[in-house]
């Protein structure tokens, strides 16, 4: 077909007014959170039903075009940024929530609806959809889904893959593949739904997913404790767990990012603090006393200089503005922030927090530091020039140098923001080449022509 | 026409402050132009993407970007919540001045600004033939909103619902003043803004009287020129100078120890775009920066500077208040218009999202009504939604869209600034 032909195609599915082929349109959806360089698409189309959903990708598949489906675009590993001459399909057209199931405490969503506006429709019914990434108030289910994201409440309630019940795909025939169903279990035939999860584009395109719900914490209680050392507060972290307690959320902050964040809002954080650690316990009132109690006393025994518990629900929303303001404050610092996700075995913590330092040293480099102590998951973030290209050169051995190190410890490359083109460099460092092997060639046969996002994770061959 | 190279190194100035997004994505939440068309290229990321890629050469086709570049309302929403710090307002502005000064100003703007805003006397002359005139032309909608629209087919007007010119603008009724300090104490200066002027000389009346309540003198220059906001948000720096230019020279003839305004527009624009854009004569700098340190919004003057104190409920009439964008996001005022809708008696009840933009955006209102009409058709139903009796705001600009919006939707209520429920009560 000639490129006119293909672009009429396209209008005749999705309606003329949803296909854009102008420069400043394609332009627009060459880039997303990821510091890497953007590639224009030949054309970007916003479907607004299902069925044009699967005739797109059909048509991108009979035609060999490349094929990246966009959520929000918030992904901080370049999964969306398109291969050359692609097609960019938009899901922020599918936005609706077809289902909120009280009963049975599920939904059943399109794969274009906001993260939080989601979360809020499911409160209003007095229940509770834990999964929270930082970006939520934009990010999509289908993206959370597509990078099995994360969020603080990972710790206690896991992430995205958790609450994947069930899911319709459209394989690349545009043939609609169903997996998993409503029920609390289910074991009808491969966990394709599962097998969708953390697949960034390349193996399938959602369509209608099922997500599981849950009861909400009647009680909270939030407090912040002060510690002289990152070792002194990774061992309260180690303690607090081995004392069979999962706080809702155990974030750390080190001394770098408590000054930045104090910088930007004042809120009057200790700045000679080494560590900072946010906790967060809930659940039945008695019990939430309860833990609170104990988690005091463990911060205590482990050098806590101080700790404060808050009172009300403006002093717990104090605790988690700091939290908050971490990566604004960190981005306010430099031009270019480049957010990492090396994610470590909690008692590696101390280890890891001290290789950064090292690492930051030796380079030369400006790298903060705060994350999810309660999983390990910290986010080291390096601020530069993005155009000052000696210091470059040294962010991107820095980067590396940061992945070595976590794979030595048992730990892996990305805790939630996926490999997407950033990191599919060091997959098979992580796994191994057979794994790389085996998931090529699941690759080739589900996508013969390597039109699904291609390059992503598993690379280009 | 300059080749698009020079374009682009014009844009390369840019670059310091372009460099500061991120390209997190968390203005797709607050934008909204985006909430509308769910288009990247509506939303801030998009739109500094754009201009990066002029910048970068990238891309060749600067009419688009520039037709991308003015579809947004300079709502400065996104700027208030961009985690990374980005000055977009700033790096809009600049992108609009050098869009202009390369394609250079339509030929409707150019007899707008340069003819007439540049040229108060003879814009004053004109607004006021068109105000006998123009009942020839409109008929009367709503009453209680003061509405009208079009009799004939008028295609700038379109099916506009408008607050028509006052019968007498408020220069006519108080060309100038010049009071001493009263009870408080205090003198302040007032600029009353154009559309105050042109059609609600009632608030522009209600702000003098409650001045003259608290024992507060005012000076009033006769000789006030707009403020230049609609000609620096169509890139027109030329105007802007030389209506600050022709402001500053009638405020520096004054003492006061604060500059008060009713307009949220007229505000922001004083206090932040004056000294920052402003690149005529140097020998008016000094004045400038004086000015908008001293410059204030009425409600924040009553309240943080007159300690006016809000009232206990006495069961007045229901009042619900949309937060101009001007006030709120580059400012931080939110507390004071509704201190001083409850000084004044009233029940205040809050509207869901009365943060939002009421869609107006000045010009934007003109070129893309559709899109206006849409925004400002949901501020309109959280007005309705909240049950009052009154929708209050803190901008003329607003008022006219709400009036728009509400007359439209044949809603049973009126519009008022704060300042004259609290003048009404004094
Ligand atoms: C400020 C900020 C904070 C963040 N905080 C967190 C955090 O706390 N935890 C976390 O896990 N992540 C975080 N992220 C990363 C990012 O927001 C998440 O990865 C999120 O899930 C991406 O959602 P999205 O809708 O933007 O997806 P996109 O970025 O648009 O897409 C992500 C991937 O999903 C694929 N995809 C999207 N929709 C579909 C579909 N329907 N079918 C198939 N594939 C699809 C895309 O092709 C792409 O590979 C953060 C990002 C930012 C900018
Ligand atoms: S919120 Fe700020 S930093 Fe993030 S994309 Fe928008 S403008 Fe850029
Ligand atoms: S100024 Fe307002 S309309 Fe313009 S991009 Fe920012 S939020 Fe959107
Ligand atoms: S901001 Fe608007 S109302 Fe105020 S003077 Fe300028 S144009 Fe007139």
């Given at each position: 077909?000639?490129?006119?032909?293909?672009?009429?195609?396209?209008?005749?599915?999705?309606?003329?007014?949803?296909?854009?082929?102008?420069?400043?349109?394609?332009?627009?959806?060459?880039?997303?959170?990821?510091?890497?360089?953007?590639?224009?698409?030949?054309?970007?189309?916003?479907?607004?039903?299902?069925?044009?959903?699967?005739?797109?990708?059909?048509?991108?598949?009979?035609?060999?075009?490349?094929?990246?489906?966009?959520?929000?675009?918030?992904?901080?590993?370049?999964?969306?940024?398109?291969?050359?001459?692609?097609?960019?399909?938009?899901?922020?057209?599918?936005?609706?929530?077809?289902?909120?199931?009280?009963?049975?405490?599920?939904?059943?969503?399109?794969?274009?609806?906001?993260?939080?506006?989601?979360?809020?429709?499911?409160?209003?019914?007095?229940?509770?959809?834990?999964?929270?990434?930082?970006?939520?108030?934009?990010?999509?289910?289908?993206?959370?889904?597509?990078?099995?994201?994360?969020?603080?409440?990972?710790?206690?309630?896991?992430?995205?893959?958790?609450?994947?019940?069930?899911?319709?795909?459209?394989?690349?025939?545009?043939?609609?593949?169903?997996?998993?169903?409503?029920?609390?279990?289910?074991?009808?035939?491969?966990?394709?739904?599962?097998?969708?999860?953390?697949?960034?584009?390349?193996?399938?395109?959602?369509?209608?997913?099922?997500?599981?719900?849950?009861?909400?914490?009647?009680?909270?209680?939030?407090?912040?404790?002060?510690?002289?050392?990152?070792?002194?507060?990774?061992?309260?972290?180690?303690?607090?767990?081995?004392?069979?307690?999962?706080?809702?959320?155990?974030?750390?902050?080190?001394?770098?990012?408590?000054?930045?964040?104090?910088?930007?809002?004042?809120?009057?954080?200790?700045?000679?603090?080494?560590?900072?650690?946010?906790?967060?316990?809930?659940?039945?009132?008695?019990?939430?006393?309860?833990?609170?109690?104990?988690?005091?006393?463990?911060?205590k025994e482990n050098g806590a200089t101080e700790l404060k518990v808050a009172k009300d629900a403006a002093e717990r929303d104090a605790v988690w503005q700091a939290r908050r303001d971490a990566l604004p404050a960190l981005a306010n610092l430099k031009p270019t922030c480049v957010l990492e996700d090396a994610t470590v075995p909690r008692s590696k913590i101390p280890a890891m927090i001290e290789a950064l330092e090292e690492i930051a040293k030796k380079l030369d480099l400006t790298i903060g530091t705060f994350g999810h102590a309660g999983d390990g998951n910290l986010h080291p973030t390096i601020l530069t020039d993005k155009r000052d290209k000696a210091e470059w050169e040294r962010v991107e051995k820095g980067i590396d140098m940061i992945f070595d190190k976590a794979l030595s410890m048992g730990g892996t490359l990305s805790g939630e923001h996926g490999i997407g083109l950033a990191k599919s460099k060091y997959m098979a460092q992580e796994t191994s080449k057979a794994t790389l092997a085996y998931a090529r060639r699941m690759k080739s046969v589900l996508d013969p022509k390597g039109i699904l996002n291609p390059d992503k994770i598993i690379g280009a061959e | 026409m300059a080749d698009i190279h020079k374009l682009a190194q014009m844009f390369k100035e840019l670059d310091d402050q372009l460099v500061g997004c991120m390209r997190c994505g968390m203005c797709q939440a607050v934008c909204p132009i985006f909430k509308l068309s769910g288009k990247e290229t509506d939303v801030t990321r998009g739109k500094l993407a754009l201009l990066d890629g002029l910048a970068s050469e990238m891309l060749t086709d600067p009419e688009g970007v520039n037709e991308k570049l003015n579809r947004c309302l300079l709502c400065g929403t996104c700027q208030a919540n961009c985690p990374s710090g980005v000055s977009v307002m700033d790096i809009f502005l600049k992108a609009r001045a050098i869009m202009t000064g390369y394609f250079g100003l339509s030929p409707a703007k150019k007899a707008i600004f340069r003819g007439l805003l540049k040229n108060p006397k003879l814009f004053n002359a004109l607004t006021e033939m068109g105000a006998k005139f123009q009942g020839v032309f409109t008929k009367k909608v709503d009453d209680m909103l003061g509405s009208s629209c079009a009799r004939f087919n008028a295609p700038v007007i379109g099916d506009r619902h408008f607050n028509t010119l006052a019968s007498k603008p408020f220069r006519k009724i108080v060309p100038e003043l010049d009071t001493p300090a009263g009870s408080s104490g205090l003198r302040v200066a007032f600029y009353v803004g154009c559309v105050f002027d042109k059609i609600y000389p009632q608030v522009a009346e209600a702000i003098l009287k409650v001045l003259k309540h608290h024992g507060v003198g005012v000076f009033m220059p006769a000789g006030q020129a707009c403020c230049g906001i609609p000609a620096l948000s169509s890139g027109d720096t030329d105007t802007f100078d030389s209506l600050v230019g022709i402001n500053v020279d009638q405020f520096r003839k004054g003492e006061f120890d604060y500059l008060v305004t009713g307009c949220a527009s007229c505000t922001s624009t004083i206090k932040e775009l004056w000294p920052h854009m402003y690149k005529g004569d140097t020998s008016r700098t000094y004045d400038i920066g004086v000015m908008a340190r001293k410059t204030m919004d009425i409600s924040q003057f009553l309240v943080d500077i007159l300690k006016v104190e809000p009232k206990e409920l006495t069961g007045g009439q229901s009042v619900t208040y949309h937060d101009p964008c001007h006030l709120k996001n580059s400012m931080g005022i939110t507390a004071q218009p509704r201190a001083i809708i409850k000084a004044a008696g009233c029940d205040l009840k809050e509207m869901t999202d009365a943060g939002t933009c009421c869609g107006c955006g000045g010009s934007f209102n003109i070129a893309h009504y559709e899109l206006s009409k849409e925004i400002g058709g949901r501020k309109a139903d959280n007005i309705i939604a909240s049950k009052a009796k009154v929708a209050a705001t803190s901008c003329p600009a607003c008022m006219l869209q709400i009036t728009d919006m509400l007359s439209q939707k044949g809603a049973d209520m009126s519009v008022k600034h704060v300042i004259e429920l609290y003048a009404d009560s004094l």
């Open positions: 077909m000639t490129k006119e032909a293909i672009i009429k195609e396209f209008e005749n599915i999705a309606g003329a007014e949803n296909v854009m082929t102008g420069e400043t349109d394609r332009h627009a959806y060459s880039y997303d959170a990821a510091v890497l360089d953007s590639v224009m698409p030949a054309l970007v189309v916003r479907p607004q039903t299902s069925e044009a959903l699967g005739a797109i990708t059909k048509l991108c598949n009979d035609n060999g075009l490349p094929l990246t489906v966009r959520g929000a675009g918030t992904n901080l590993s370049g999964g969306t940024i398109p291969h050359p001459g692609g097609v960019v399909v938009l899901t922020n057209g599918l936005n609706r929530i077809l289902e909120i199931n009280e009963e049975d405490m599920y939904a059943v969503v399109e794969p274009g609806v906001v993260t939080a506006q989601f979360a809020a429709e499911v409160a209003k019914r007095g229940l509770f959809y834990p999964p929270d990434p930082g970006s939520q108030a934009v990010s999509t289910l289908g993206g959370n889904v597509a990078e099995n994201a994360g969020g603080l409440r990972g710790l206690k309630y896991g992430v995205t893959k958790d609450y994947v019940m069930g899911m319709d795909f459209w394989d690349v025939n545009g043939e609609l593949v169903k997996s998993g169903s409503r029920t609390v279990k289910c074991v009808t035939g491969y966990n394709l739904a599962g097998l969708m999860v953390a697949s960034e584009g390349t193996l399938g395109v959602f369509d209608k997913i099922i997500l599981k719900l849950v009861p909400p914490a009647q009680a909270a209680k939030s407090m912040m404790a002060v510690f002289p050392s990152m070792k002194a507060a990774s061992e309260t972290v180690a303690s607090i767990i081995a004392n069979k307690i999962v706080p809702a959320t155990l974030e750390m902050m080190d001394n770098f990012t408590i000054r930045t964040v104090e910088n930007f809002r004042g809120a009057g954080l200790p700045v000679d603090a080494a560590a900072l650690l946010l906790i967060e316990v809930d659940g039945h009132p008695a019990q939430v006393e309860d833990e609170a109690a104990v988690v005091e006393r463990i911060c | -």
